[in-house]
């Protein structure tokens, strides 16, 4: 079931189709029985949208000069699609069709995208792992015994597997970065504010859309298409200098940049080969004329899960009264995961003062934080503090739903931290470990800064190019 032409850069892709090399049409359906051929072992997608993504892709002629005209990509099923489910991978939300856009859909459908389906993430997106009671778990193609990570699961485990060439995905605690990681691919959280999260909302303390991607280059492209100000945004990030795909391009100069591998979890242990991985990355970035140095940032022997959890939570319960509204009652236990549930009744006994406590800490330290980091053009850390955990390690069911959120912090210490600080951050495959998984760094950078960002990280792209490996995926459906 492997399509080489699925696995080459969304801007090929859309070149291809302009100079009429390959249809949007025949691109679409190829996407399609690749989905097909594929998503019995993987299971990444919650909705397949054969008729609309063929028909939208009929309509797509040569020479159209949308940049990604007649490309396929799937959008994670948190956010609405016209004409598609909103499920949330939850039973609470059933098959809910919205009617409206999110208003990152929207531009990726006036970019010319053709929307193949949705894709599945735990139930409400709270964990790093994909396995939620409604869709079952979501299998990593370089180990289906592993999770693809989470909660942008599905998306990640569909570009890897070669299912589609791009995926749409969002990160509020690390929910692009860790399954990019888990899976091999490239995955940005961009600065806070830097894509709208309209029309549901005005903007996110923690949360920020982008995609799962092969290269530096297809990521950079969709930052520029994504980005900036939407009418009614409550807060927006400064608009950058230039396009993020020409900064991507510029070779960086040299470079100040810290190495930080002391997770920013009390108590988080970080396996050897998650650490090579990061002081090999810093190895190469002195190789290519940067200055490195270890560091100890403001974060170490700081344990922020209960003040995340208290500001993280109440968006989880609005999710759940929201899927609630959709039924005309008011939500019951066995509507959801135990873990929702326990995040759902948590929230209700809160007061408003813990909310604005816990809100305000998170804001102090990440002051603290941003403030240390000044001098520094990135900052170095490992992706994860283990690798990809086996299937069942972490999920929302089960008598101990508060003993698998804990866990889910061990397994990921590094990336909620950037949330906090709003600063961008990439994950960046880099190495492969000797169990044959993908072993990645992320490289922080500094505020509002995602073109030098990028283009650091395409520097390291150059030296030491991950876009050609490709998963051993599997026959069979793998063991739980």
Same mark, same amino acid.
């Given at each position: 079931?492997?399509?080489?032409?699925?696995?080459?850069?969304?801007?090929?892709?859309?070149?291809?189709?302009?100079?009429?090399?390959?249809?949007?049409?025949?691109?679409?359906?190829?996407?399609?029985?690749?989905?097909?051929?594929?998503?019995? =072992?993987?299971?990444?997608? $919650?909705?397949?949208?054969?008729?609309?993504?063929?028909?939208? !892709?009929?309509?797509?002629?040569?020479?159209?000069?949308?940049?990604?005209?007649?490309?396929?990509?799937?959008?994670?099923?948190?956010?609405?699609?016209?004409?598609?489910?909103?499920?949330?991978?939850?039973?609470?939300?059933?098959?809910?069709?919205? &009617?409206?856009?999110?208003?990152?859909?929207?531009?990726?459908?006036?970019?010319?995208?053709?929307?193949?389906?949705?894709?599945?993430?735990?139930?409400?997106?709270?964990?790093?792992? $994909?396995?939620?009671?409604?869709?079952?778990?979501?299998?990593?193609?370089?180990?289906?015994?592993?999770?693809?990570?989470?909660?942008?699961?599905?998306?990640?485990?569909?570009? =890897?597997?070669?299912?589609?060439?791009?995926?749409?995905?969002?990160?509020?605690?690390?929910?692009?970065?860790?399954? !990019?990681?888990?899976?091999?691919?490239?995955?940005?959280?961009?600065?806070?504010?830097?894509?709208?999260?309209?029309?549901?909302?005005?903007?996110?303390?923690?949360?920020?859309?982008?995609?799962?991607?092969?290269?530096?280059?297809?990521?950079?492209?969709?930052?520029?298409?994504?980005?900036?100000?939407?009418?009614?945004? !409550?807060?927006?990030?400064?608009?950058?200098?230039?396009?993020?795909?020409?900064?991507?391009?510029?070779?960086?100069?040299?470079?100040?940049?810290?190495?930080?591998?002391?997770?920013?979890?009390?108590?988080?242990?970080l396996d050897p080969t998650c650490a090579a991985a990061a002081r090999q990355a810093a190895a190469l970035l002195e190789t290519l004329g940067h200055g490195v140095e270890e560091i100890e940032p403001p974060w170490s022997g700081l344990d922020l899960l209960p003040d995340f959890t208290r500001a993280f939570g109440p968006g989880i319960a609005m999710g759940v009264l929201a899927g609630a509204r959709l039924t005309g009652r008011e939500p019951l236990e066995e509507d959801v995961e135990p873990l929702t549930w326990a995040m759902y009744e948590r929230a209700?006994?809160?007061?408003?003062?813990?909310?604005?406590?816990?809100?305000?800490?998170?804001?102090?330290?990440?002051?603290?934080?941003?403030?240390?980091?000044?001098?520094?053009?990135?900052?170095?850390?490992?992706?994860?503090?283990?690798?990809?955990?086996?299937?069942?390690?972490?999920?929302?069911?089960?008598?101990?739903?508060?003993?698998?959120?804990?866990?889910?912090?061990?397994?990921?210490?590094?990336?909620?931290?950037?949330?906090?600080?709003?600063?961008?951050?990439?994950?960046?495959?880099?190495? &492969?470990?000797?169990?044959?998984?993908?072993?990645?760094?992320?490289?922080?950078?500094?505020?509002?800064?995602?073109?030098?960002?990028?283009?650091?990280?395409?520097?390291?792209?150059? =030296?030491?190019?991950? !876009?050609?490996?490709?998963?051993?995926? &599997?026959?069979?459906?793998?063991?739980?």
């Amino acid at each position: 079931m492997d399509d080489d032409l699925l696995r080459e850069p969304a801007l090929e892709l859309g070149a291809r189709i302009r100079a009429g090399e390959c249809s949007a049409l025949e691109l679409t359906e190829r996407c399609l029985r690749a989905i097909d051929g594929l998503e019995p =072992a993987i299971n990444a997608f $919650t909705f397949v949208a054969h008729e609309q993504a063929l028909e939208a !892709a009929s309509a797509i002629e040569r020479g159209d000069p949308r940049p990604f005209a007649g490309v396929p990509i799937a959008i994670k099923d948190n956010r609405p699609v016209a004409g598609m489910p909103l499920t949330m991978c939850s039973d609470l939300w059933g098959d809910f069709t919205p &009617q409206i856009d999110a208003y990152v859909v929207r531009r990726l459908r006036a970019a010319g995208f053709v929307l193949v389906g949705k894709t599945a993430l735990p139930e409400n997106g709270i964990l790093p792992t $994909t396995e939620s009671r409604r869709n079952g778990p979501t299998r990593n193609p370089w180990a289906l015994a592993r999770t693809p990570g989470g909660s942008s699961g599905g998306s990640a485990a569909a570009v =890897a597997a070669g299912m589609v060439p791009i995926a749409h995905g969002n990160d509020g605690g690390g929910s692009t970065r860790i399954p !990019a990681a888990c899976c091999g691919l490239v995955g940005l959280k961009p600065a806070r504010g830097r894509i709208s999260v309209g029309p549901d909302a005005g903007d996110s303390f923690l949360v920020s859309d982008g995609v799962l991607t092969r290269t530096v280059s297809d990521t950079a492209a969709l930052l520029d298409l994504l980005a900036g100000y939407e009418a009614g945004d !409550a807060t927006w990030a400064p608009a950058s200098p230039r396009r993020f795909a020409e900064a991507a391009r510029e070779r960086p100069a040299r470079l100040r940049i810290g190495l930080a591998l002391t997770p920013a979890l009390d108590g988080a242990e970080l396996d050897p080969t998650c650490a090579a991985a990061a002081r090999q990355a810093a190895a190469l970035l002195e190789t290519l004329g940067h200055g490195v140095e270890e560091i100890e940032p403001p974060w170490s022997g700081l344990d922020l899960l209960p003040d995340f959890t208290r500001a993280f939570g109440p968006g989880i319960a609005m999710g759940v009264l929201a899927g609630a509204r959709l039924t005309g009652r008011e939500p019951l236990e066995e509507d959801v995961e135990p873990l929702t549930w326990a995040m759902y009744e948590r929230a209700r006994s809160q007061d408003t003062l813990t909310y604005l406590v816990a809100q305000n800490r998170l804001e102090n330290v990440a002051r603290r934080i941003v403030a240390f980091l000044e001098p520094y053009d990135a900052v170095v850390t490992p992706a994860l503090a283990q690798r990809p955990v086996p299937t069942g390690a972490i999920h929302g069911r089960g008598p101990d739903p508060w003993g698998n959120y804990r866990r889910s912090g061990a397994f990921t210490p590094y990336t909620a931290i950037v949330n906090v600080t709003g600063l961008p951050a990439i994950a960046l495959p880099l190495y &492969q470990g000797e169990d044959g998984l993908p072993s990645s760094v992320q490289v922080i950078g500094c505020p509002a800064g995602e073109g030098e960002l990028l283009a650091l990280a395409a520097q390291l792209e150059e =030296a030491l190019p991950w !876009a050609a490996r490709r998963p051993p995926i &599997q026959a069979g459906p793998g063991p739980a």
